[in-house]
RNA sequence: GCGCAGUUAGCUCAGCGGUAGAGCAAUCGCCUUACACGCGAUGGGUCACAGGUUCGAAUCCUGUACUGCGCACCA
C-alpha cells in the first residue's frame, strides 16, 4: 500500500473546496483587480502620500526566465506593504526594447539584415529564418525597423500576460516603451539639454569597438574574459648597431608599432631612449622611450606600443601626440597593402610591403599566426612562443575581441564630474547599504568618457545634422541640432532648418547623424519618462524623484550609475531616494542560470504547477542583494503554506461558525480568558516587528517569522482553543472566537504582500464585509493599536504549549494516536508557572484527552523550578 | 593587486554578546468533528581555523584559509 495513503478518503481529496483549483481561482482574481482599479495611481493625491516605483523595463527579446520572477516579485512585495500603510502607489511597467537585443532576434528570427542602401518594400513579408548566413535577405532601414517594432509588440503583450498571472500590483495605464515615441522624445531632449550644458561633446578617438556588430560600445558594456594567448619575444634592431627583444601577445600588431618604451629607471635600457628602432618585418623607424608605464617586472621590461593594443596605448599616444597607424579596421581585418606606403616609415619599403603583402585583409587571429611565421622565417623570434593566461577585453554581448578604433563618437563627460557623481551617489539610501561600495569603486575606476552612439538600427537617432562645405566635406564641428518643439525627428528622413531635402548629402547641403543612441542613453531616463520631464511639468513635479529603484547588482555600473548621472546633470538632483538591489538566481551547482547552458526555466509552467503565490512565497524568502539557489521544493512548501492558510480559515470561519463571521461585531472586550489574551499579546509583538523589519526593506525577514508563527497558531493555539470554541459555554466560546477573528484577519494582511491571492480570496468570505475594505490589499497594514486590551500574560500560552509537547510526546513514544486519553498527569512548577497554567488548564485536558480526575499540580517553592510534566497513558 | 560579501545540521538558510535554531531530507509513529498536500516524535552541529576583548563569543576585534562577486592590471 502507497505510504500516505488514506483507507477512508480518496487519495486525491486535496482537502480543498470542490471547483476551487489555484490557477483558476488566480487568474479570477487578476481580473477582479482590473475591474476594482485597485492598483490604480492617482494624481490628484499629494506627493508626501505617494509611493513612487522606477520599474526596471525588462529587455523585451525572447522570454522571462525565473530570475525576473524572482526579483520583480520582491519589488511588487514591497509595493504592497507600501499599499496597505494607504500609500497612493505608482507602479509603472516599461519595455526595453530597442537596441541590439532585438535587432539580433528579428535578424535571427526573419533571415533578414538591414541594409540601409536598399530601397523600402511596401508591404514587405519575410520568408522566415534562414540556415545559412548567405542567404539572408538584406532590407531596408525602415523595412527592418518595421520588424523590430512587430515583434516586439508581440513579446510584450506575453510579458505582460505573465506579469498579471504572477500578481504584479502594476498600474497598466503607466506603460512606455523604449523605443516609443515618448522615450525617443525623451532621450532627444535629454540630448538638447546635455548639448546646451556642454555636458555632451563628439569627437573623432580611438574608441572602444566591436568588429562583429561593427559598433563603438561604452566601457561599462565591457567584460574581461580569460584566453590562453603566448607571448612571443621578438628581437627588434636598434639604428646604429644592437638589439634587444620584446615580449609582446599581439604580435600581429606590429605593422602598427609607434614606439618603444621602457621604465625611465630601467638601467637595462636606459642607453637606448633617445636613438631609434628597427621593427621587424617592416622595417619601420620608431623611438625608443621612457614611459612610467612600462614594468620592469614584466616580460623582458621593454616593449612595443601600437594603434591600439590597449586603453594604455590610447593614452600614450594621446600624450605624446604621436602619429596614428590604425592597423585593424572597422570589420576587424588589417588594412590593405596600401597601408605600408600611407603610414609606416620604414627604412626598407620593399621589405615591408612583401611582408605586409601576406597579412593585409587577415582577421587579427590569423594574422597573428601568420606574422609569427614570418617573424621565423626572418629570424626575428627569439625561441618558442611561450604560453600565458591572460584577460581579454569583450563586448559582453559579443563573441569577439574588442579592438580600439578612431572613429567619431558622442560622449557624455563623465571623467571630469566623478567627484559630484560620487556625491550622488552617497545621496542615495542603497539596500543593501554595502551595495553603493560597487558604485563608488565603478565610478572610480572609470577611465573613458560615456561613449552613448552606437553604429546601429533599432534605436533613438540623434537630432542632429551636419553641414557639407562646398567641397563635400562633413562639418561636424558645426552640428545643427533640432528645436525641443520638433521632437522627436529623425534627421535621416527629417530635414534640419534652413534646408531642403533636395540638399540631403549634396555639397553646400547637409548629412543626417546616421547613428541611434546607446539603450542605457534611453533607459538612464526611466524616472523622467514616468514622470513626463519632457512635456508635463506638474506631473514631472509629483513623480520626481522616484522613491525606490529596484535592479540587480550587475548593472550597478550601467544603470544605476547612468541614471544618476542624467539626473545630476538635467535637475541637479538625485533619481530616486531607495535604490533595492536584488541577488540571481543561481543554478543548483551556484553557477548562474544562463540560456546559453540551458538551465534557465519558463515561469509559465511552474504558475500551472504551484500557482503563483507558491512562487511568490519563493521569492519573498531572499533577502535584497542575496543570490538564491533554484530550488523547487521551496515551491512545494508555499503551496502548502497557501493550503494550510486556505484550511485553517475555512475551518475558523466556516466549521467553528464563528459569531463575527454570521455578522456579529466581536471585539478586545469579547476576548476575556486569559489563553487567547495571552495569545493576542504574543501576536501583538509580531505585528509590531513587521511594520519596522518591512520599512528596513527586510520582508524576508517579515515572512519568516509570520509564517513560523502562522504554523505555531494552527498546531499549538487553534488546537488548544477549538474545543472550546465549539462547547456550550458561550463567553468561553466567544473569546474563542473573537481572537481567532483578529489572529486571522492579522495573519491575511501579513501575508498578503507575499501571497496575494489566497489572501484575497480567503479575505472575501467574511472580512470584506465585516471591515468594510473589499480587498486586502487595501486593507490597513496590522498594529497592536487595534488590540487596546489589557496586556496577556504569555506565561499562560507558554505553560500550555510545554504541557501539550509533554502529552504528544508520550504518545508518540508509546505509538498512541492523539487522541488515546491520558489517565495521569503529574506536574511540578514554580508557583508563577503554576498560576498561569491553571488559567489555560481546562483548554490543555479537552486537547490532550486529560481524565481530570488524574491531574496533580504541585507547586515546588521557587519560581527557578522548570515545569516538569509526567504522563501517564490509560487503556483503550 | 585592491575591495565587498560569505563560510552555522546531509541540503537551503535564520540567528549577530547570555543554554545552538527553522525548513527540506532521513528515521519512527499517528486518521485527530480544518487540512494525510495533515499531525506528533526522534536522530543529526568543535557555528572554517588561530589569536584577542569579555564574567560570558556563532555573534565584537585582529589575522589566516577557502568560496562567490566587483574593480584594477593584463607586455
Not at 155 to 164: F, S
Not at 397 to 411: C, H, I, N, S, T
Not at 747 to 761: D, K, S, V, Y
Amino acid at each position: 500500500m502507497e505510504k500516505n495513503a488514506s483507507p477512508t478518503k480518496p487519495q486525491e481529496n486535496t482537502g480543498l473546496p470542490a471547483g476551487y483549483t489555484p490557477a483558476a481561482a488566480e487568474s479570477a482574481w487578476c481580473e477582479k483587480w482590473e475591474q476594482q482599479k485597485l492598483h490604480h495611481y492617482d494624481p490628484s493625491r499629494p506627493r508626501a502620500e505617494t509611493f513612487v516605483v522606477d520599474t526596471p523595463p525588462p529587455t523585451v527579446s525572447g522570454a522571462l526566465h525565473i530570475g525576473h520572477v524572482f526579483s520583480y516579485t520582491q519589488t511588487d512585495i514591497f509595493v504592497r506593504f507600501q499599499r496597505m500603510l494607504g500609500k497612493n502607489i505608482f507602479y509603472p511597467m516599461g519595455w526595453d526594447d530597442n537596441g541590439l537585443p532585438t535587432e539580433r532576434r528579428v535578424q535571427n528570427l526573419f533571415g533578414v539584415r538591414c541594409e540601409p542602401a536598399v530601397p523600402y518594400k511596401e508591404g514587405y513579408k519575410s520568408s522566415g529564418p534562414k540556415k545559412d548566413l548567405k542567404d539572408y535577405e538584406h532590407i531596408s532601414r525602415r523595412n527592418f525597423l518595421e520588424l523590430c517594432e512587430a515583434q516586439t509588440a508581440e513579446d510584450e503583450k506575453r510579458y505582460e500576460a505573465l506579469w498579471r498571472r504572477l500578481g504584479l500590483s502594476i498600474d497598466w495605464r503607466q506603460t512606455y516603451s523604449t523605443v516609443g515615441e515618448h522615450c525617443r522624445k525623451t532621450s532627444q531632449l535629454s540630448f538638447l539639454d546635455l548639448f546646451k550644458k556642454g555636458f555632451v561633446y563628439s569627437a573623432e578617438t580611438p574608441t572602444l569597438w566591436d568588429t562583429t556588430f561593427r559598433t563603438a560600445v561604452a566601457q561599462a558594456e565591457c567584460e574581461d574574459r580569460e584566453a590562453n594567448g603566448f607571448f612571443h619575444d621578438i628581437k627588434f634592431q636598434v639604428q646604429g648597431g644592437g638589439d634587444f627583444i620584446i615580449a609582446t601577445t599581439r604580435p600581429e600588431l606590429l605593422a602598427a608599432c609607434i614606439a618603444v618604451v621602457a621604465h625611465p629607471d630601467d638601467a637595462r635600457y636606459k642607453h637606448l631612449f633617445g636613438k631609434t628602432a628597427l621593427t621587424p618585418l617592416f622595417k619601420v623607424r620608431v623611438p625608443i622611450m621612457p614611459s612610467e608605464h612600462a614594468d620592469p617586472e614584466k616580460g623582458t621590461g621593454i616593449m612595443m606600443v601600437c594603434t591600439f593594443g590597449d586603453i594604455a596605448d590610447v593614452e600614450f599616444w594621446r600624450k605624446h601626440k604621436m602619429p596614428m597607424r590604425q592597423l585593424i579596421s572597422r570589420d576587424g581585418r588589417l588594412n590593405a597593402l596600401t597601408y605600408v606606403q600611407e603610414f609606416l616609415d620604414s627604412a626598407d619599403l620593399e621589405t615591408a610591403k612583401n611582408n605586409y603583402a601576406q597579412l593585409a585583409g587577415l582577421y587579427a587571429k590569423q594574422a597573428r599566426n601568420k606574422t609569427v611565421e614570418l617573424l621565423r622565417t626572418e629570424g626575428s623570434l627569439v625561441g618558442e612562443p611561450r604560453p600565458t593566461k591572460q584577460a581579454v577585453k569583450y563586448y559582453e554581448k559579443g563573441d569577439q575581441p574588442l579592438e580600439f578604433v578612431p572613429a567619431r563618437q558622442w560622449y557624455i563627460r563623465i571623467l571630469e564630474n566623478k567627484p559630484a557623481l560620487l556625491e550622488q551617489g552617497k545621496k542615495v539610501a542603497w539596500h543593501p547599504d554595502y551595495m553603493y561600495k560597487r558604485y563608488e569603486q565603478w565610478v572610480e575606476g572609470l577611465n573613458q568618457d560615456w561613449c552613448i552612439s552606437r553604429q546601429r538600427y533599432f534605436g533613438v537617432p540623434f537630432p542632429v545634422w551636419y553641414p557639407v562645405d562646398h567641397e563635400g566635406n562633413v562639418e561636424y564641428a558645426n552640428p545643427i541640432v533640432a528645436g525641443a518643439e520638433r521632437l522627436p525627428v529623425d534627421p535621416q528622413t527629417d530635414c534640419p532648418p534652413g534646408y531642403t531635402e533636395e540638399q540631403r548629402g549634396k555639397a553646400g547641403g547637409f548629412v543626417g547623424d546616421h547613428d541611434v543612441m546607446d539603450t542605457w542613453a534611453t533607459s538612464s531616463l526611466t524616472p523622467m519618462i514616468n514622470s513626463r520631464w519632457a512635456d508635463d511639468k506638474t506631473r514631472h513635479a509629483a513623480l520626481y524623484p522616484a522613491d525606490l529603484r529596484p535592479q540587480a547588482h550587475e548593472i550597478i555600473r550601467t544603470w544605476a550609475f547612468y541614471t544618476i548621472t542624467k539626473s545630476w546633470m538635467h535637475e541637479n538632483s538625485v533619481p530616486w531616494h531607495n535604490a533595492g538591489i536584488s541577488g540571481w538566481v543561481v543554478s543548483p551547482d551556484k553557477g548562474k542560470m544562463s540560456k546559453s547552458k540551458g538551465n534557465t526555466i519558463t515561469p509559465e509552467g511552474l504558475l500551472q504547477t504551484y500557482s503563483a503565490d507558491a512562487l511568490r512565497y519563493w521569492a519573498g524568502k531572499a533577502k535584497l542583494g542575496h543570490d538564491t539557489i533554484y530550488d523547487e521544493s521551496v515551491f512545494k512548501v508555499g503551496m502548502r503554506l497557501a493550503n494550510k492558510l486556505f484550511n485553517a480559515s475555512k475551518f475558523t470561519m466556516l466549521q467553528l461558525k464563528s459569531p463575527a463571521a454570521a455578522g456579529a461585531k466581536l471585539g478586545p472586550a469579547d476576548i476575556t480568558e486569559p489563553l487567547d489574551r495571552a495569545w493576542v499579546e504574543h501576536l501583538k509583538g509580531i505585528v509590531e516587528a513587521s511594520r519596522k523589519d518591512f520599512e528596513n526593506y527586510d520582508y524576508a525577514a517579515v515572512l519568516l517569522y509570520v509564517e513560523t508563527a502562522f504554523w505555531d497558531f494552527c498546531d499549538n493555539y487553534l488546537e488548544l482553543v477549538k474545543n472550546r470554541a465549539y462547547s456550550g459555554k458561550p463567553e468561553a466560546a466567544r473569546s474563542a472566537c473573537a481572537a481567532l477573528d483578529w489572529t486571522l484577519s492579522v495573519f491575511l494582511r501579513l501575508f498578503a504582500p507575499f501571497m496575494p491571492f489566497i489572501t484575497e480570496e480567503v479575505w472575501s468570505w467574511s472580512y470584506a464585509a465585516s471591515t468594510g475594505r473589499p480587498s486586502v490589499h487595501k486593507a490597513p497594514w496590522p498594529s497592536a493599536a487595534e488590540m487596546p486590551s489589557a496586556a496577556g500574560d504569555k506565561l499562560v500560552l507558554e505553560s500550555a504549549r510545554k504541557m501539550m509537547e509533554a502529552i504528544r510526546t508520550k504518545k508518540a513514544a508509546e505509538k498512541r494516536s492523539v487522541k488515546w486519553p491520558v489517565a495521569r498527569l503529574a506536574v511540578e512548577c514554580g508557583p508563577r508557572q503554576a498560576a498561569a497554567l491553571k488559567l489555560a488548564l481546562e483548554d490543555v485536558l479537552l486537547a490532550g484527552c486529560v481524565d481530570k480526575a488524574g491531574v496533580t499540580l504541585k507547586e515546588a517553592a521557587s519560581d527557578e523550578t522548570p515545569l516538569t510534566a509526567t504522563v501517564e497513558l490509560g487503556a483503550a
